[in-house]
């Protein structure tokens, strides 16, 4: 599968120094660098035909739809794609206009991910978003008038603006608008943010993690009654609806990732990522060079992600994986902690799988980095 990082962002900034009013030729520019580096790593990828394409990071949706096949055209210049391709743009609610999802609808683009975030105007302020409630609801209706069924909507609880009955609605709302996957996400609160400050100056309160926990198993309980399947911890999908392009990475599968900043995975011990400075990216690649850096993960990482990124699914861990795939000298530093969670019900082993509960879900990454191997 490809991932495409499209740097285009809103807000101009030291780490991607882009944004919404950027010129006409920067923009070709980055374009014609993102093009390149496709066209230099065609051959990374053992699998020729794709079955996910994934347009994220920054802001893609500010390209036109021209901008954007363009770009799908020299993917399949490299490339071929399965019949039933997934091929996603991660949009905002207020680029979502007519005259856009008219030219995207006649693409060969097929899932929207949509940062809805809140249909609440006070939590869309707190997260300084662009878009407002109103415009949060009629994107999704305006893409679905344009033919897109297969809709995913970001959406953040435990918010200082909100509540559970505000939550709530949130959902009932969602369900209401018939969007078949969510992905869901407690606010966090990251240091030098105005968040943070706001929290510090005693503006707001600080997100409680007793009412995010409330919130989460509220979340899992309402979409399940409503057809969905929770398949990975900040996941609902319906059935037909989950996400590929996710599923592929949470399976360790192989991954090319074009674009400032963006990660790649040979789906083996090699990792790889790109600069993340604009100008140095298109540079170097206007000279056929590209400058990223190259990593060979130690059992000990591979196992170490294979549990965090494992566990967080439903699927859980296969435990024939687990023996096939690393060194008996390993799996024994592994073993007295997984017997200690399995004793306090923390982790279950279930037909060949080894998961986390889904009472305990909330607390998944807690316990996965119990296991962790760290000398």
């Not at 210049?77 to 856009?100: G, K, M, Q």
């Not at 979340?219 to 590929?244: C, M, T, V, W």
């Not at 591979?302 to 965090?308: A, I, V």
């Amino acid at each position: 599968m490809i991932y495409l990082h499209i740097p285009f962002c809103r807000q101009k900034c030291s780490y991607c120094n882009f944004h919404f009013s950027t010129s006409l030729s920067a923009k070709e520019d980055m374009l014609a660098a993102l093009k390149k580096e496709l066209q230099l790593r065609k051959d990374e990828l053992k699998d020729k035909n794709l079955k996910s394409l994934y347009f994220g990071g920054g802001t893609p949706s500010l390209l036109n739809a021209d901008e954007l096949k363009s770009l799908t055209d020299e993917v399949l210049r490299h490339f071929t794609f399965s019949s039933d391709i997934e091929v996603t743009l991660e949009a905002n609610p207020d680029d979502l206009d007519a005259h856009f999802l008219k030219g995207l609808s006649g693409s060969v683009f097929n899932r929207l991910s949509i940062g809805t975030q809140s249909f609440f105007d006070d939590d869309l302020k707190l997260m300084n978003r662009a878009h407002n409630a109103s415009e949060a609801e009629s994107s999704i209706k305006r893409a679905q008038d344009f033919g897109f069924e297969n809709i995913s909507i970001d959406l953040i609880y435990g918010s200082p603006t909100s509540d559970m009955l505000l939550w709530k609605e949130n959902l009932r709302k969602t369900v209401a608008l018939q969007v078949p996957h969510v992905s869901a996400y407690a606010l966090t609160v990251e240091p030098k943010t105005a968040l943070s400050s706001w929290i510090d100056q005693k503006k707001i309160k600080p997100p409680k993690e007793t009412e995010q926990t409330e919130e989460f198993y509220y979340l899992s309980a309402f979409l399940k009654d409503q057809g969905f399947d929770h398949y990975e911890i900040s996941n609902f999908g319906k059935p037909g609806f989950h996400s590929r392009h996710n599923s592929a990475y949470w399976q360790g599968k192989e991954y090319l990732g074009i674009g400032p900043s963006a990660h790649s995975y040979n789906g083996e011990r090699q990792r790889s990522w790109n600069i993340a400075n604009n100008r140095r990216y298109i540079d170097a690649l206007g000279n056929n060079q590209l400058l990223s850096e190259t990593e060979i993960l130690t059992e000990k990482d591979r196992l170490n992600e294979l549990l965090m990124i494992g566990l967080r699914t439903t699927r859980g861990i296969e435990l024939s994986v687990l023996q096939n795939q690393f060194s008996t000298h390993i799996l024994q530093q592994l073993q007295p902690e997984i017997n200690k969670k399995l004793q306090e019900g923390t982790l279950t082993e279930e037909n060949g799988f080894l998961k986390i509960p889904a009472e305990h879900w909330f607390l998944a990454d807690g316990i996965a980095s119990d296991l962790f191997i760290v000398d």
